[in-house]
């Protein structure tokens, strides 16, 4: 039976429910495709026959990833056909690791791509990205989607919001410089990982060129939307002010330029390390959701169906933010309150929700 998890911390929803309720997440990582393989075949013969060794950096279930990975294996083995081939799966140590496991060796719902060929390593790490993940010099292609907007720590509560998205002054600044350090310790740990030649691409959730981020292209801002329920919540005293402060997701949307500076300034460290940026654009994939109930109509069905894939990412968080004085059943219960409120509101008025996708597809490269 599908599980969720409540441990501290963030955590997706276990169980495979992740990939399920994502498959707007796997969009994102099928457009990503060509760059994967675009960097396999810039890399030198050598480097590919001596092993060859991919990461996928915040996988969660691996399901998402499946068919990129899939098309990777079969672009190094046109290069180099009996190369072994490593595939680093990493996440956080409270990751659901058993649905991964099942993703990978096809005991799930997805198809594996282990009997492509022999010589297929899949390897599995709890390290985060914020650590170095593989040995030194070892890395061919580093990989990561939409999970390195999560920042190392909460740098401090948002009083009048959940997300930076609706941060001001201080509150702001704090948010930007964590995420100025986390991005650059992030890159340097890679910088050591890869081989000489090698290559990350990081496609991260952004803001862009036009302000427009994850949920606000146009319609109604997703983030405010959580940030009123919960503040109903508030007004309903159904929530204490503690607990509505503590709702802070700790994530940041960087910008082009913020993603760019430090693989462009000679005198930044993740430069001096030899990083350098090969490439970078911003893309939107649209809500799969918010797109099918554009031919079909049924707002319940839109509703029934979009709510799962927000929660698959934030109810950890929403749940650890509760007293832990309260009985876990009422804590439960909030959360499910929560979340119907959400579905209601899409259910009677459709028009404007949906998750957009926004994200930098980037590619980096470690100086020969
Ligand atoms: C939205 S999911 C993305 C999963 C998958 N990469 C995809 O694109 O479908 C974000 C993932 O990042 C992971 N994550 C967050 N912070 C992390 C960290 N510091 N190190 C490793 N993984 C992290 C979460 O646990 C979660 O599994």
Same mark, same amino acid.
């Given at each position: 039976m599908a599980s969720r998890e409540h441990s501290e911390g963030i955590t997706m929803s276990g169980g495979g429910l992740y990939s399920l309720a994502t498959i707007g997440a796997k969009h994102v990582i099928d457009a990503a495709t060509p760059m994967v393989i675009d960097a396999i075949n810039s890399l030198s013969q050598e480097s590919i026959s001596s092993g060859f060794t991919f990461s996928d950096m915040g996988t969660a279930d691996a399901g998402t990833s499946l068919s990129m990975v899939a098309a990777a294996i079969d672009a190094v083995s046109t290069r180099v056909p009996h190369a072994p081939?490593?595939?680093?799966y990493s996440d956080q140590p409270r990751n659901d690791f058993n649905a991964l496991i099942a993703n990978v060796y096809g005991l799930g719902p997805f198809e594996s791509y282990l009997d492509r060929r022999d010589d297929i390593f899949p390897l599995v790490s709890g390290t985060t990205f914020y650590k170095q993940?593989?040995?030194?010099?070892?890395?061919?292609?580093?990989?990561?989607?939409?999970?390195?907007?999560? @920042?190392?720590?909460?740098?401090?509560n948002i009083s009048n919001h959940v997300q930076a998205v609706g941060a001001e002054g201080k509150e702001l600044e704090a948010f930007r410089a964590q995420a100025h350090r986390d991005w650059r310790?992030? @890159?340097?740990?890679?910088?050591?990982?890869?081989?000489?030649?090698?290559?990350?691409?990081?496609?991260?959730? =952004?803001?862009?060129?036009? /302000?427009? %981020?994850?949920?606000?292209? /146009? /319609?109604?801002? #997703?983030?405010?939307?959580?940030?009123?329920?919960?503040?109903?919540? @508030?007004?309903?005293?159904?929530?204490?002010? =503690?607990? %509505?402060?503590? #709702?802070? @997701?700790?994530?940041? %949307?960087?910008?082009?330029?913020?993603?760019?500076?430090?693989?462009?300034?000679?005198d930044e460290a993740v430069y001096i390390a030899g990083l350098r940026l090969d490439h970078i654009d911003t893309r939107i994939v649209k809500c799969p959701f918010a797109e099918s109930f554009t031919e079909h109509a049924d707002a319940t069905r839109f509703a029934e169906e979009y709510i799962p894939t927000i929660r698959s990412w934030n109810e950890s968080i929403f749940f650890n933010a509760l007293s832990a004085d309260r009985p876990l059943d009422q804590r439960r219960?909030?959360?499910?309150?929560?979340?119907?409120?959400?579905?209601?509101?899409?259910? +009677?008025?459709? +028009?404007?929700? /949906? #998750?957009?996708?926004?994200?930098? %597809?980037?590619?980096?490269?470690?100086?020969?």
């Open positions: 081939i490593s595939i680093v993940i593989v040995p030194a010099a070892t890395l061919d292609i580093g990989f990561s989607a939409t999970a390195m907007h999560w @920042l190392s720590a909460k740098v401090c310790q992030i @890159l340097l740990h890679r910088a050591r990982e890869l081989k000489p030649g090698g290559k990350l691409v990081l496609i991260n959730f =952004a803001r862009d060129e036009q /302000g427009r %981020y994850l949920g606000n292209t /146009g /319609g109604i801002n #997703m983030f405010d939307q959580f940030n009123q329920i919960w503040q109903s919540f @508030l007004e309903q005293e159904r929530i204490s002010r =503690a607990e %509505y402060e503590n #709702m802070t @997701l700790p994530q940041y %949307y960087n910008t082009v330029e913020e993603f760019s500076a430090p693989l462009q300034d000679p219960q909030i959360i499910e309150d929560y979340y119907a409120s959400y579905r209601d509101i899409v259910r +009677e008025n459709p +028009e404007g929700h /949906g #998750m957009d996708y926004v994200h930098a %597809y980037t590619v980096i490269s470690k100086i020969a």
